[in-house]
């Protein structure tokens, strides 16, 4: 009876060898990938890095201009003013892509405008001023529009100004894959000292929009 096996024979043993010393090699590998990966989450639940926070310092709004029925286009004209603050004590953060744009009621009444690429290390704290434009391209549903001018009229708009982006977190030499990063900053502003169009002053001009006050941004990463 012939015996199935390696035994007696010596190619097959060395087939049999390769084979074990395969094995090895793979659960060796297997086994660093592993402990690697291990460490890193040892050191990311330690490091476990906070989001950023940010603030809307300021929102100069120097037009703000739609005509329902006759227009529903909007023509504005903003500046914002976003600080943000990195409150990790061992972690920096990557802004790699970042765009700053305003909504009213859920629906995007400027044009995205980018941020400068930045790396924000720990504790350390970032300013950025955008011109939020609306390049005559945005055109509101008529209800919308209807709605923006009776919040003109009344003497309070309340805008979001929103940031979306991608962030990268540094530890040590280590640094992560992006994250999606949105913010919302929420700015109530007042219509001729919350007079509206019933005030002395209609038409716009220096201050018919102001910023009531600082206010802190809604961060998701």
Request: charged share 15%; net charge positive.
């Amino acid at each position: 009876m012939a015996v199935k096996g390696c035994g007696g024979h010596k190619g097959c043993e060395c087939e049999c060898e390769r084979k074990r010393l395969y094995r090895k090699c793979c659960a060796a590998l297997v086994a660093l990938i592993l402990l690697v990966l291990f460490i890193i989450l040892v050191v990311w639940l330690v490091l476990r890095p906070h989001k950023p926070k940010f603030y809307l310092q300021d929102l100069s709004v120097l037009c703000l201009n739609v005509t329902p029925p006759a227009s529903t286009y909007l023509f504005t004209t903003m500046q914002a003013t976003v600080a943000a603050r990195n409150p990790n004590d061992r972690v920096g953060v990557y802004y790699d892509q970042a765009d700053a744009y305003a909504e009213y009621k859920g629906v995007a009444i400027t044009v995205p405008t980018g941020l400068p690429v930045q790396y924000q290390g720990p504790n350390d704290a970032s300013v950025w001023s955008p011109f939020l434009r609306s390049l005559d391209s945005v055109q509101l549903p008529p209800q919308l529009a209807v709605a923006l001018a009776q919040d003109e009229t009344a003497g309070y708009v309340l805008i979001d100004v929103r940031v979306d982006g991608w962030v990268r977190w540094k530890v040590g030499t280590w640094i992560s894959g992006h994250y999606h990063l949105r913010v919302n900053c929420p700015a109530l502003l007042t219509v001729n000292e919350g007079k509206g169009s019933y005030g002395a002053n209609t038409g716009g001009g220096t201050g018919y929009f102001r910023f009531q006050q600082v206010a802190a941004c809604a961060v998701d990463v």
